[in-house]
C-alpha cells in the first residue's frame, strides 16, 4: 500500500485513503473489484494492472474545449510564481495518487512545471521539480511508469518537430527531449514514451513524407542512444494514433508503426503504447491493435480511455465498457502481460464534472473495471472452452497435408491436387454468437 502524503496543504480534504470493500460495499469511495493483493493466474492485481495517474489530465486539465474556457479550476493552480504553483501541483498529485492507491504516475515535461520560449530556464525550472517529485516519491513509494516531452502544443511545433521541414525546430525538439530524458532518468523512469502528436501531415503538396520518416528515425535513434549512454534500461515506447490534430499521422497504428521500426532498425529497443481512444479513430478495435502488438512482441503498455460513438474524435473519457476490456485482458494474459509498461489512465473528468470527488470517482471506475476484466477473462481461459473453439478452428493444419502446407512443403500443384482429391470443403461454423455468449456468461 502506498503512504498517504499531502504536503503543507491538503488538497482533497476529508477523503481517506481508497480502499477494496468488496462487492456488498455501496461506498461510491471504495473499490469494489480492484483487490490490489489478490493473486490472479500467478500475479497480483497489483502486478499485472500497474495502474498509473495521467498527471496532464488530472492536474492540468481544465475542462476547456474548442467552444469553451476552464470550468475546473483548483486549488493547486492559483500562484503566479511558476515555480510555486508547480510544487502546489505535485503537493496535489501526490496526495492523490497516494490516497488512490496508484504505484505510478505518468508525465510529459510541461505538465510538471510551465514552460516558456527560454531552454535554460526550463531546464533550470524542471531541474527543480524533479528534485521535488524525487522527494515526493521517496516518501510515497510511487514510481513514474514513464515520462515524455510534449513536441505539439508549442506553436513552433505546428509542423511537427522531429519531421518538422525546418531543422531549427528539430533541434529544439531535441533540447526538449534530452531535458525530458534526464528527468525520467533522475525520478527512476521505467519507460519513455514518444507520442507524435503532429509528426504527420496535412497537406502532401507541401510534404515529403519518405524524408520526413527518416528523419523521424535518426532524431529516434539519437535520443535512444543518448539515454542508453546516460545508463537507461528501460523501454521506449510509441504510441499509434491515426489522425487529429494531423490529417495523417506517421505512427497511424499498431501495424504501421511496426513496420517503421523494423525498416529503421529499431525493434531491439521500442515496443507500442496501445491507446484505447487512438484504435478507435484508426477503425480499429482495442482488441485489434493489442493483438497486433502481441503477435510481434511489442505490446509494451497501455493509455486507458474510450471514445464516445457520437464523436470523431479523442474524447479520452473514462473507461467503463466490461466487454470490451475482457476481451482485451484475453489477449494480454494469453501473451504473457504487458512488457514494462502498465495501464495509465489518459483520461479525464467531463467538462461539466466540476468537483474534486468526480477525479475519485473516475479512477475508481476505472480501477474497478479493469480488475472485473482480468477476474472475468481469467475464469474464461480456466474454464471455458473458449481456447479450444479457436484451436479446433484451426486443426486442419494441425496435421498433413495442413501442417506440411505450414512447414512449406507443398507447391501450388499440391494443393490443387488436394483440393480436386477430395472436393468441396466441409462448412464448418466459426461460433461467433457462442464465444459472445461465453463473454457474457462469466461477466
Not at 523501454?235 to 523494423?262: M, N, R, W
Request: net charge negative; aromatic share 12%.
Amino acid at each position: 500500500m502506498t503512504k498517504v502524503i499531502t504536503g503543507d496543504t491538503t488538497f482533497f480534504k476529508g477523503i481517506d485513503q481508497i480502499k477494496y470493500e468488496g462487492l456488498n460495499s455501496d461506498n461510491p469511495l471504495a473499490f469494489r473489484w480492484y483487490d490490489a493483493d489478490r493473486v490472479v493466474a500467478g500475479k497480483t492485481m497489483k502486478e499485472h494492472l500497474r495502474f498509473a495517474c495521467a498527471y496532464w489530465h488530472s492536474f492540468n486539465g481544465t475542462g476547456a474545449d474548442p467552444f469553451g474556457g476552464p470550468t475546473h479550476i483548483f486549488d493547486w493552480d492559483k500562484k503566479e510564481d511558476p515555480v510555486a504553483r508547480a510544487k502546489d501541483k505535485m503537493d496535489a498529485a501526490f496526495e492523490f495518487i497516494t490516497k488512490m492507491q496508484l504505484p505510478y504516475y505518468c508525465f510529459h515535461d510541461v505538465d510538471v512545471v510551465d514552460y516558456t520560449n527560454d531552454i535554460a530556464e526550463n531546464e533550470r525550472h524542471l531541474q527543480q521539480l524533479v528534485a521535488y517529485a524525487k522527494q515526493k516519491q521517496e516518501e510515497s513509494g510511487v514510481k513514474l511508469l514513464w515520462g515524455t516531452a510534449n513536441l505539439f502544443s508549442h506553436a513552433r511545433y505546428m509542423n511537427g518537430a522531429a519531421t518538422n521541414p525546418n531543422f531549427h525546430v528539430l533541434a529544439h525538439a531535441g533540447a526538449q527531449v534530452k531535458a525530458a530524458l534526464d528527468a525520467t532518468i533522475a525520478l527512476g523512469g521505467e519507460n519513455y514514451v514518444f507520442w507524435g502528436g503532429r509528426e504527420g501531415y496535412m497537406s502532401l503538396l507541401n510534404t515529403n513524407m519518405k524524408r520526413e520518416q527518416e528523419h523521424l528515425a535518426k532524431f529516434l535513434h539519437l535520443a535512444k542512444d543518448y539515454a542508453r549512454q546516460q545508463g537507461f534500461k528501460g523501454t521506449f515506447f510509441i504510441e499509434p494514433k491515426p489522425c487529429e490534430p494531423s490529417k495523417h499521422q506517421y505512427d497511424y497504428d499498431a501495424a504501421t508503426v511496426k513496420g517503421f521500426l523494423q525498416e529503421f532498425d529499431l525493434l531491439d529497443d521500442f515496443k507500442l503504447n496501445i491507446e484505447v481512444n487512438h484504435a478507435t479513430l484508426a477503425g480499429h478495435t482495442f482488441q485489434h491493435e493489442l493483438q497486433v502488438a502481441a503477435n510481434h512482441n511489442l505490446l509494451g503498455s497501455i493509455d486507458a480511455n474510450r471514445g464516445d460513438y457520437q464523436n470523431g474524435w479523442d474524447t479520452d473519457q473514462f473507461p467503463n465498457d466490461i466487454n470490451e476490456l475482457t476481451e482485451a485482458m484475453l489477449i494480454i494474459l494469453e501473451s504473457g502481460g504487458l512488457q514494462g509498461g502498465g495501464i495509465n489512465f489518459d483520461a479525464k473528468i467531463r467538462r461539466n464534472s466540476t468537483d474534486k470527488l468526480d477525479l475519485f470517482y473516475a479512477h475508481i471506475g476505472g480501477m474497478d473495471i479493469f480488475a472485473r476484466a482480468l477476474l472475468t477473462a481469467d475464469q474464461i481461459l480456466q474454464k471455458s472452452d473458449y481456447l479450444a473453439i479457436r484451436k479446433n478452428r484451426y486443426a486442419a493444419f494441425d496435421e498433413g497435408a495442413g501442417a506440411d502446407f505450414e512447414h512449406g512443403k507443398l507447391t501450388l500443384d499440391d494443393l490443387r491436387s488436394f483440393a480436386l482429391a477430395n472436393g468441396e470443403p466441409e462448412t464448418i461454423s466459426g461460433k461467433q454468437e457462442y464465444l459472445e455468449n461465453v463473454i457474457n456468461r462469466y461477466i
